[in-house]
Structures are given as structure tokens and as C-alpha cells.
């Protein structure tokens, strides 16, 4: 990148962290607040336990999203968004709306 | 997807595109208006001209892009945003505030 390095690569990262598949759909369903796994997975019946668990691990590293545990019985256990992560909430609105005026459907499926 | 099937399906869909490794860049650099394959190599300089040439195939593809020829001599090739493309504006610009704010920069290599 020339003129504007860090500009690039930033962007680049945040693309990325959010194109990669499910992830953006995954902070989109947190935005609400709180949830627990078994309501992400309902929500995202198409992809396995394994790959949604991958993914928080991933949005957890990345710091935007975090795992609370109530230590209640039996244990809670919820996923929340980060100020980091909540500050998305542009982002994501901005892409749903134009995803919904331009995107054509197309079934999803688990894919890689 | 349980209750926002379609929605899901769309937003996933514009998250990859976006997502992908130089997308998302190649799009915020047409967004102030068209460029010659040169002027967009020169700025992704890190990027390999083959690669940058198959990300504008796929943005054409996506409606997202238009190659425009000026049957000059010597012709002239430029690549312009879309009214789908241009209507990218208010995602690019948020995830580019996003990520100025909250992500580190780290540098960038061609990757695959």
C-alpha cells in the first residue's frame, strides 16, 4: 500500500474478521444481547456445534466477543459483546441493509 | 436459519464478498471514483497483478464492478464502481472507522 498503509491493512483485518464464514452472523445475532450457546445454535442450524464453538473461540481472541460464566446450578453460560464488538453494530446494520436490497438468496450451507 | 432464513442467507453472502483477501480494499479504492489497472496495482503494491486481476473478474461477476473500454489509442481501461458497488459506501466507511479505532495495525503480506 502506498499512501495509506496502515489504513489498508487494518481494514483488511476487520474485512476479514467479519467475511470469514459465520462470524459476521454471529455478532449480527449478539447485537440483541447476551446469548447462550444452545440459542446461537438454534439460531444457526445449518453450521455444527464444532464450527459455532471455533468461532466464538476465534471472536473471543479477537476480542469482541466474551464468555461470561454465572456459576449458578446448574452453570450459565452466555456470550456477550465486547465494546470492541458491540461497536460493530454499524457495520453490521450498514452490510444487512445492502446485502438485503442487493444480495439474491441463496441457500447456505455449512460449507468450509 | 430459523426465523430470518433469507436474511441470513444474504448477510453471510456480502460478508464473504467483502471479506475476501483484497476485496474489500480493491472496492474502497474505487469508491472515490474510477482507476486504471495500474493505479490500483500501484496501490496495493504488496498484491500480485494476477491476483488483483481475478479479484476484479469476481467483482464483475458480483455486479460490483464494471471494466469500462475507451476505444482510444492506445485504449484506455477503466474499472468503476456499479450503482450495487457504489452502494457499498456507508459499509466501507464504517468498517473503516471500525477498524481505525479498534484494530491493530499488522503488516500486511499477499497471503493466499
Known amino acids: 500500500m502506498r499512501y495509506s498503509t496502515h489504513i489498508c491493512e487494518r481494514f483488511q483485518h476487520g474485512a476479514e474478521i467479519l467475511g470469514k464464514r459465520w462470524t459476521g452472523l ?3 445475532l449478539l447485537l440483541p444481547g447476551p446469548r447462550r450457546f444452545g440459542e446461537l445454535a438454534a439460531e444457526l442450524e445449518v453450521v455444527s456445534d464444532r464450527v459455532i464453538s471455533e468461532r466464538l ?3 473471543e481472541r479477537e476480542g469482541i466477543v466474551e464468555r461470561r460464566v454465572y ?3 446448574p452453570v450459565r ?5 465486547t465494546e470492541k464488538g458491540a461497536a460493530l453494530a454499524p457495520v ?3 452490510l444487512q441493509a445492502w446485502s438485503e436490497r442487493w444480495v439474491d438468496a441463496v441457500p447456505l450451507t ?3
Chains 1, 2 share one sequence.
Open 26 to 28: 454471529i455478532v449480527m
Open 57 to 59: 473461540k476465534e471472536l
Open 71 to 73: 456459576p449458578e446450578t
Open 77 to 81: 453460560i452466555e456470550y456477550a459483546l
Open 92 to 94: 453490521i446494520n450498514a
Open 110 to 112: 455449512e460449507g468450509k
